[in-house]
């Protein structure tokens, strides 16, 4: 093999291997750089819990809080609807309800449809623990709760609490059909629609775990519900749903195309290696033409003499044939 030749095999050699090892390496970094954000977030909650402080709490835009005596119900039906605080899937969340309540349903919201999901339910004290996780930001959570008291007035007293703080909090107190002297503290903007009336009390900035009591009062000839008892308000979960998952999909993604990147070049490693090994085995390029050297005694450009006898060549100064002994011309 000349010099010539193994230069070239080493230019070639590493001609596709580096491109699939810079390939993963760009993947791997862009994976990392999305993981930044959570990294920093942590950061700085420790660096806030080292300093003696509590990181901020997550904030909800808006929260909308529907109280709904004997609606369907002999009970107090309470319906949250929202958006949870921004994160990354999935979105854990408990919630701090009165102790004799019964979850109704917990759902999160996909496009323009429900899907319930699995809750946890655990008593403390006179309060009941409700945790969940979300695929999705929007949810809506209902539950029963018993009134403080019947006779010889309705009465009932809630105090709402949230884990994370609340920009805009409105709740809307619904009056029962065939009610009377309904009143609610604190007073709210009351309202009609659809046949019912409505009281709207509107709080703005709700710090987390700050409590927003809201008392009613009321008359009633019977213990009927205003509407008959309704079926669940949300579907069940898709088939297809997926599973909450503890990584960002962002980085599900980059570390699929990572594999996918891998794999791709574990299957051309054979290839390159054939490639190398053929341009190895390559023959030696065939070396230049030498200069033929003149015979002995004949000057460049002098036209050759034969032996017309025999062919046989003849020098320049011979006067007979080497081979026959004829004489030559």
């Given at each position: ?20 090892v ?36 997550a904030?909800?835009p ?7 005596p ?14 949870l ?15 004799a ?17 699995v809750?946890?339910a ?7 623990q ?179 006898n ?12 080497s ?7």
């Amino acid at each position: 093999m000349t010099a010539g030749h193994r230069h070239q095999h080493v230019s070639r050699s590493p001609a596709g291997l580096p491109i699939v090892v810079s390939t993963v390496i760009a993947v791997i970094a862009f994976a990392l750089a999305l993981t930044i954000p959570q990294v920093w977030s942590g950061l700085k909650a420790f660096a806030a819990m080292a300093g003696g402080t509590a990181p901020a709490a997550a904030t909800a835009p808006a929260l909308d809080v529907d109280i709904l005596p004997e609606h369907d119900d002999p009970r107090v039906l309470v319906i949250y609807r929202g958006t949870l605080p921004e994160g990354a899937p999935p979105y854990q969340v408990t919630f701090s309800i009165p102790g004799a309540s019964q979850v109704h349903a917990l759902a999160y919201r996909r496009g323009d449809q429900l899907f319930s999901t699995v809750y946890d339910a655990r008593p403390e004290g006179n309060r009941l623990q409700v945790t969940f996780a979300l695929p999705e930001r929007e949810f809506q959570f209902e539950y029963y709760m018993e009134f403080t008291a019947r006779r010889p007035e309705r009465r009932f007293s809630i105090a709402l609490t949230f884990p994370f703080a609340v920009d805009l909090l409105r709740i809307a107190v619904e009056q029962p059909a065939r009610a009377s002297n309904f009143r609610v503290f604190p007073e709210g903007e009351k309202l009609t629609s659809g046949g019912f009336t409505y009281y709207l009390l509107t709080q703005s900035r709700v710090g987390a775990g700050q409590p927003v009591t809201v008392r009613a009062v009321y008359a009633k000839p019977d213990d009927e519900p205003s509407l008959p008892r309704s079926s669940a308000p949300v579907a069940a979960p898709p088939a297809a749903a997926p599973a909450p998952s503890a990584l960002s999909p962002y980085i599900w993604i980059a570390i699929i195309v990572a594999g996918v990147v891998i794999a791709a070049a574990i299957l051309a490693a054979p290839f390159l290696r054939r490639d190398r090994d053929r341009s190895s085995r390559r023959p030696a390029p065939p070396p230049p033409p030498r200069k033929r050297r003149q015979p002995q005694g004949q000057q460049e450009g002098q036209p050759r003499r034969y032996c017309e006898n025999c062919g046989a060549r003849a020098r320049p100064e011979d006067r007979f044939c080497s081979q026959c002994g004829r004489p030559l011309p």
